[in-house]
């Protein structure tokens, strides 16, 4: 199955591909079991976060614990965002990262140029999806900012969403997908990521809510499928009527992850258990939250 055709797909069928991230390597195994025992497509991912400071050690590691427990027809390996700038506002070298993930295998890439100007977002983006492209493969992109991974406080969330603070802006969503060739684009709509900073990873994230008369209006200008970070704690509404409205990739981090840790902490490091946990839980967010069990029947022949 090819990335790029499974995500067209899914938005004719009005449907949307989840994305859960593995920052604990022993995550991998009972998410792609899950994915398949639903009978859906999803994929598996890993932010550059993740390796840096959880317990993912490199994108090659997940690749090959992926390549362990893959099931044709059902899971895709995506790597999650590689930041221009990263979250302590360091520079990062994202072209080297996003080579080595596409010789590893990764199946799509993402870069992040969110914290850059508009210019120089199109400009890291356009040269980071020409390397994919190369490869054969699908590029994500970010445009406005979908708040949280940054080492400082955010803004109560209601100011956040009054002010329409960060959400990204429907001129430079039109531009941007046209000039980039990025192949999907996250947005911010209201949703936020979940905290990764020591100090408060582990605390409930936030109730968000998804302004969808904006995802609709970003999609008719961009054209091209969106994507929901921070779906972890969004209203199950606002995610059903956003994917109405043109997201058709989700990420899910911070619910399954905690989930994984405090299994851990329940039963002192018993990660069976905490494997348990984590099929149960990704099972119960395809069927129950996204309704996508037996997706995969509609993506037999890509
Ligand atoms: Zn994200």
């Known amino acids: 199955m090819k990335t790029e055709q499974a995500v067209l797909r899914a938005r004719a069928l009005g449907k949307c591909i989840p994305a859960f991230n593995c920052p604990h390597i022993p995550m991998v195994k009972p998410i792609a079991q899950a994915i398949a025992d639903e009978n859906s497509v999803a994929m598996i991912q890993v932010a550059r976060v993740e390796w840096e400071k959880f317990e993912a050690e490199s994108p090659e590691r997940i690749a090959e614990e992926y390549s362990k427990y893959r099931v044709e027809g059902h899971t895709l390996l995506h790597l999650d965002h590689v930041p221009v700038i990263d979250e302590d506002y360091l520079k990062v070298d994202y072209m080297k990262l996003i080579s080595r993930a596409l010789k590893a ?17 199109i400009k890291v983006t356009a040269e980071a999806a020409m390397l994919a492209h190369e490869f054969g493969v699908p590029i994500e992109a970010e445009l406005g900012a979908v708040m949280g991974h940054e080492n400082k406080e955010m803004p109560p969330y209601e100011e956040i969403f009054a002010s329409k603070m960060g959400f990204t802006r429907l001129d430079e969503a039109r531009r941007f997908a046209a000039e980039s060739k990025c192949n999907w684009l ?45 779906g972890s704690g969004i209203g199950h509404d ?10 058709t990739k989700i990420n899910v981090g911070t619910e399954v992850r905690q989930c994984y840790e405090a299994a851990l ?25 996204l309704f996508n069990s037996d997706l995969a029947d509609e993506f037999r022949e890509l």
């Open 105 to 121: 295998g990764y199946e799509s890439v993402m870069i992040d140029g969110s914290r850059l100007e508009l210019e120089e977002n």
């Open 186 to 230: 996250s947005v911010a709509v209201g949703n936020i990521h979940g905290q990764v900073a020591e100090a408060v990873r582990n605390q409930k994230k936030p109730k968000a809510r998804i302004d969808i008369e904006h995802v609709a209006a970003l999609y008719n200008a961009a054209g091209i499928p969106l994507v929901l970070h921070g």
């Open 238 to 247: 606002s995610v059903l009527n956003a994917i109405e409205a043109g997201v």
């Open 265 to 289: 902490g329940e039963k002192q490091g018993d990660i069976i258990y905490a494997q348990e946990k984590v099929y149960q839980k990704t099972r119960d967010y395809i069927k129950n939250y």
